[in-house]
């Protein structure tokens, strides 16, 4: 599968481009926001994210400007009955963010603004994106509380209490590392 690509843009028709990647050309199609307003110009160098769809006899490279809208085509493929072509469409007009704020406010009109979107693709889009991001939310959580789960063990088995743990909790960074969160949380108790 190819996820990434870096080369020269060799020709643009539509919603296609052809970049060459080390002598070798490969097509993708592209969303239109990024074709009409930040796509670098002939023989200038292009990055791309890239989903690969494969169907039947056909494989289709898909780029995008950034992760993060590669990321939400592959969020928007897990809506029922949106295909390639759809999720396409809907990140033409907007950026991931965009869209992940329509969502969370459930704004139908937002994705009825697209041009060729159904009324009841919107309401889908809408409703079963929410409802990923709810799952991605609780299981981030998730992994912030077992990660809090082994802070607290350490501090437990230092022989301080769960009142003094729990005090001190909110304030330590749970992304770093559990032996830097061990470090401040000591800082924290003295």
């Known amino acids: 599968m190819i996820a990434y690509l870096k080369g020269k843009l060799l020709k643009q028709n539509n919603d296609r481009i052809i970049v060459d990647v080390n002598g070798v050309g490969y097509e993708l199609l ?3 926001k ?3 307003k930040n796509l670098p110009k002939i023989n200038e160098s292009v990055e791309l994210f890239v989903y690969t769809a494969a169907r039947d006899n ?3 490279l898909i780029g995008f400007e950034n992760f993060e809208d590669k990321l939400m085509f592959e969020r928007l493929l897990k809506v ?3 295909g390639p072509k759809t999720a396409l469409l809907v990140l033409s007009s907007n ?3 965009e869209i992940e704020i329509a969502v969370e406010a459930q704004n139908i009109d937002f994705f009825l603004a697209i041009k060729g979107l159904a009324k009841k ?3 889908k889009i809408v ?3 929410r409802s990923q991001f709810k799952a991605l939310a609780k299981e981030k959580e998730k992994k912030e509380q077992e990660g809090a789960g082994e802070l607290v063990a350490a501090l437990q088995s230092m022989d301080f ?3 003094e743990i729990k005090k001190v909790l909110p304030l330590i960074d749970p992304k770093a590392k559990l032996d830097i969160q061990v470090k401040e949380a000591l800082r924290l108790l003295k």
């Open 30 to 32: 592209v969303g239109k």
């Open 34 to 36: 990024w074709l009409d």
């Open 58 to 60: 056909n494989i289709t």
């Open 80 to 82: 029922s009955s949106v």
């Open 95 to 97: 950026n991931a963010k």
């Open 121 to 123: 693709t919107a309401q």
């Open 127 to 129: 409703i079963e994106l």
């Open 161 to 163: 209490s769960q009142p």
